[in-house]
């Protein structure tokens, strides 16, 4: 008898385990960091972004005037920004360092001056 209540006992305690294990890998799984990027002649706000390496990514763009672009080359990002839309880029950074975004859809004589930075951190 005493057998057998250690063996439901195990049984319960593995089936216990394996739930806390994939409610915390589901947890972590979902969480991601949301930003919000607004474009308008010729800057983009915030001009710095700061991310951590390995953590999920979501943009969301939004233009206040026109139609912008954003061009981060070497996080292989890019998406156009159109007025009155939410444009979202989802990305994981997978290298720490910082990185240069720009607008790339001409917009006036500052076109050139619409840039940022995106800083991976470790």
Not at 70 to 99: M, W
Request: charged share 25%.
């Amino acid at each position: 008898m005493r057998l057998k209540r250690r063996a439901v006992f195990a049984v319960r305690l593995a089936a216990i385990v394996l739930v806390v294990i994939f409610i915390g890998s589901f947890s972590v799984a979902q969480e991601k960091q949301v930003i919000k990027v607004t474009a308008k002649k010729f800057e983009y706000s915030p001009s710095t972004i700061t991310v951590k390496k390995g953590v999920p990514v979501v943009l969301e763009f939004t233009s206040l005037d026109r139609l912008h672009g954003f061009d981060c080359p070497g996080l292989g990002i890019r998406s156009d920004i159109n007025p009155g839309k939410t444009n979202t880029v989802e990305f994981t950074p997978q290298k720490a360092g910082t990185f240069e975004f720009h607008c790339d859809n001409f917009c006036g004589t500052g076109h050139d001056k619409m840039r940022g930075t995106i800083v991976v951190t470790e």
